[in-house]
């Protein structure tokens, strides 16, 4: 039998007669139906091959899963971080709003004071001196922080800032002996000062006369009276209660309920006017004076 490639035929006379199979093998499978059911039983065959020729496309594709941009993660994780820290920062209002059911005149004002505007910051640094709760944060007026504005975090009310840089601020905590800030007892309306006692878990409520209603237990908020901080944010919880028959007044202490010694994440309350414009000094508030 003479074979139909000679040791001297050509490599393109090779490829002329194999095309021309082909393209018989290709017009023969498109009209003869054997060749429909010959492809359709031999289709398992070639499984292995499609599966071969996949398999890089798909290793590729998990090793650029496992090593995704180790920036971006952060940067996501950043993202979700602030967004979570508003959403539990706006729901500690509920504290109050529950509270203010009874009273239909507040209760039809909550919806207004739940629409602060705020901005996310984060302790950068702690003051030196123990007597001195003071904080930084990396705020300042580029971000159109101003003296005076009310900070807190996720708990309740954190102090007020008192020096604002360009690129960061100073926060005076809630605790520092020099500090003071107007509060209500949630349950029945009482109003009082929350006075800092210079440590960081206790607070002090001035000049409460021995007869007043207040228990261990109660919440303490902002009032808003004086419009330093606005009202209805979580400053404390009465801790103890002392009466002495001989006083005209009680000595009352609370807990903070702000995370004072390990927040990381803060928020800087601009009320529901929302943000100053930058460098607009005629419209910011007066100096921060503290117990103001």
């Known amino acids: 039998m003479k074979p139909v490639f000679s040791q001297r035929s050509s490599i393109g006379q090779r490829l002329l007669i194999l095309g021309g199979l082909a393209l018989m093998l290709i017009f023969l499978s498109q009209r003869l139906p054997f060749f429909e059911k010959l492809r359709e039983k031999s289709s398992w065959l070639v499984a292995p091959f499609y599966w071969l020729v996949d398999t890089p496309s798909k290793i590729v594709a998990d090793i650029r899963l496992q090593f995704a941009s180790r920036n971006e993660l952060l940067a996501e994780n950043e993202r979700l971080r602030a967004e979570a820290l508003i959403l539990e920062a706006r729901m500690q209002k509920y504290v109050e709003l529950s509270a203010e059911n009874v009273r239909l005149r507040e209760l039809m004002n909550s919806a207004e004071r739940l629409r602060d505007t705020v901005v996310v910051a984060e302790v950068v640094g702690v003051a030196a001196d123990p007597n001195r709760h003071v904080i930084t ?101 009465v801790t103890e209660v002392l009466i002495d028959p001989g006083k005209p007044f009680a000595e009352v202490r609370a807990r903070p309920l702000a995370e004072l010694d390990r927040g990381r994440n803060l928020l800087l309350v601009f009320g529901k006017s929302g943000m100053l414009s930058e460098g607009d000094s005629s419209v910011q508030p007066e100096q921060a004076v503290p117990g103001a």
């Not at 007892?185 to 006369?209: F, W």
């Not at 261990?216 to 209805?232: E, N, Q, T, W, Y």
């Open 137 to 237: 944060v990396d705020k300042g007026s580029r971000q159109n922080a101003f003296v005076g504005q009310p900070v807190i975090d996720a708990q309740g009310l954190v102090g007020q800032l008192i020096e604002v840089g360009k690129l960061y601020s100073r926060v005076l905590m809630i605790t520092d002996a020099s500090h003071a800030v107007p509060v209500r007892v949630s349950r029945n309306g009482l109003r009082a000062v929350a006075q800092g006692t210079g440590l960081i878990d206790e607070l002090r409520l001035a000049h409460v006369a021995a007869t007043t209603d207040i228990r261990v237990g109660d919440i303490l908020v902002s009032s808003g009276l004086g419009g330093r901080f606005p009202a209805g944010y979580p400053v404390g919880e």
